[in-house]
Each structure stands twice: as C-alpha cells, then as structure tokens.
C-alpha cells in the first residue's frame, strides 16, 4: 500500500509539463514576391545535415496572392534555419538552369545569399526564445 501511495503522489506532484515540449510563435514574413502567381513552399529545419535540401521538420505552402506573404509555425524554442521557394509556374518543383541554379526566386533566414554553393545551416541560423520570434526573408531572384 506503501509503495502504491509513493508512486501516486511522484504523478500528483511531477508537472505535466516538460520544458521540452512548450510551444511558442515563430512568424515568417516572405517579402519581394515579384509575380501574383503559383505557390511559396517554406521548409523549416532544425540543426542538421538535411538543411537546405532534405526533409524538414514541417514544410508549408500557401497561394501567393500579395506581394508579401506570412506564416506562423508552432515551434518549440530553439534554433533553425528557413528555405523558401516561389514556385511561380506551380509545377510543384524549384525549376533550376544549368549547374543547378534556381530559375524561380527563392530565399534563406538571415536573408543569407549563397555565392558558389548551397548554405550551411549555421549560415542561415537563427533562435527562437520563449517569447517567440518573427523574421522577415527577402526573396532573391537571379532574374533581377
């Protein structure tokens, strides 16, 4: 009975919840969308060996119907990293030229600019706090 009573009370006093699974706001701001057409993919990553090009922690996309877009992510606090395309022919893929370089404008946190090479994701870094966080991406097109 002893031992019952012992392991009902480390429930009633053990809080519910971890530090590890609060949830804040981390708002994304897309700017410089030239073309009222297609889709803006945005792809959030933790640290890792995925960024930019393997699979994200969530990945969204959204019609684009202003020449600015938002998203908001339910994160918990930590660092990460943003990629984001705008699929102006909303064919579902980053088109890109020779060499692999993108034809359709896209962009990175930090407003990194990659010269010869894809980012690192320390690069592209940033942290969200407790009290969340909002950044604001500049698309790049290679067109301009």
Request: proline share 6%.
């Amino acid at each position: 009975m002893l031992h019952l009573l012992s392991v009902i009370s480390l429930f009633l006093f053990t809080p519910t919840h971890s530090a590890s699974f609060r949830k804040t706001n981390l708002k994304v701001e897309i700017q410089n969308v030239r073309v009222l057409e297609g889709m803006i993919h945005v792809a959030l990553f933790r640290p890792g060996k995925d960024f930019p090009e393997g699979k994200p922690v969530e990945g969204r996309r959204m019609d684009v119907v202003s020449k600015s877009v938002q998203m908001t992510f339910s994160v918990e606090p930590g660092d990460y990293a943003i990629a984001v395309y705008h699929d102006e022919n909303g064919n579902g893929k980053m088109d890109k030229r020779m060499f692999g370089i993108p034809k359709e404008p896209y962009g990175f946190s930090n407003n990194f600019k990659p010269v010869m090479s894809a980012p690192k994701f320390s690069d592209c870094q940033f942290r969200v706090g407790d009290d969340g966080k909002v950044i604001s991406i500049k698309l790049i097109s290679l067109l301009e």
